[in-house]
């Protein structure tokens, strides 16, 4: 089993569509979580940590269930400029020092 | 201010011989990280730098692959006797330090291609 699994998609949405995206982590001590983006051929950025009480940034919402070991990214209003893949990203541990990186969900947002 | 950066952009190179891809960290940045990302594939941890010292190899695939850091600034990954399937975009990333929610700021990757 992978440590950070995400369905790959792709997931194709018209504009103004809310879209939510599901990742799991099989270790149950990880510690930290975050959801990156990266554009095509670029490199990831970082889109915005989960704290366990979950978060938003405008349109953008995140939520951590650690007793299912599962984190989401719901995107509200979807705007063309979302089209990217988005990474599910978990440290293992709170002293680990290297991120496990899912493979990623691509979005595409039509016109 | 700048970013990460990596050099070379885009390097071919033919089976058996050694490649050297270079990372300049944030200025000001303690910690340095390498990853490789297969095409379709998530990122793969390799190797991370605190300082100079690398407290954490355990990511690195084959004793092929080496990789130091100097002044606590530049990175430099080197692969000897590349093979085919070394072929894949090699990321560096740094943050300020080592802690479990620290951000990683990554540079646009250097694409290897193995013929």
């Known amino acids: 089993r992978k440590e950070v699994e995400q369905d790959p998609g792709p997931f194709n949405v018209p504009e103004g569509a809310t879209v939510a995206f599901n990742c799991t982590y099989s270790?149950?001590?990880?510690?930290?979580f975050f959801w990156y983006r990266q554009d095509c051929r670029k490199e990831p950025k970082l889109l915005m940590s989960?704290?366990?009480s979950g978060n938003e940034d405008g349109r953008f919402t995140a939520q951590l269930n650690r007793a299912s070991q599962y984190i989401s990214l719901l995107i509200r209003d979807s705007k063309l400029s979302d089209s990217a893949t988005y990474l599910c990203?978990?440290?293992?541990?709170?002293?680990?020092?290297?991120?496990?990186f899912g493979s990623g969900t691509q979005l595409t947002v039509l016109p | 201010g700048a970013g990460v950066s990596q050099s070379p952009s885009n390097k071919v190179t033919e089976k058996g011989k050694d490649v050297e891809l270079r990372c300049d960290p944030i200025?000001?940045?303690?910690?340095l990280y390498w990853y490789r990302q297969s095409l379709g594939q998530g990122l793969e941890f390799l190797i991370y730098?605190?300082?100079?010292?690398?407290?954490?190899k355990s990511g690195l695939p084959s004793d092929r692959f080496s990789a130091e850091r100097t002044g606590g600034s530049v990175s430099t990954l080197t692969i000897q006797r590349t093979q085919q399937e070394d072929s894949a975009v090699y990321l560096c990333?740094?943050?300020?330090?080592?802690?479990?929610?620290?951000?990683?700021?990554f540079g646009p990757g250097t694409r290897l291609l193995v013929l």
């Open positions: 990333a740094s943050s300020t330090q080592t802690g479990a929610k620290e951000t990683q700021y």
């Open positions: 270790n149950s001590a990880s510690q930290s």
């Open positions: 989960v704290y366990s």
């Open positions: 990203v978990v440290n293992p541990t709170g002293s680990a020092r290297q991120l496990t």
């Open positions: 200025s000001g940045h303690t910690a």
């Open positions: 730098f605190q300082g100079n010292s690398a407290p954490d």
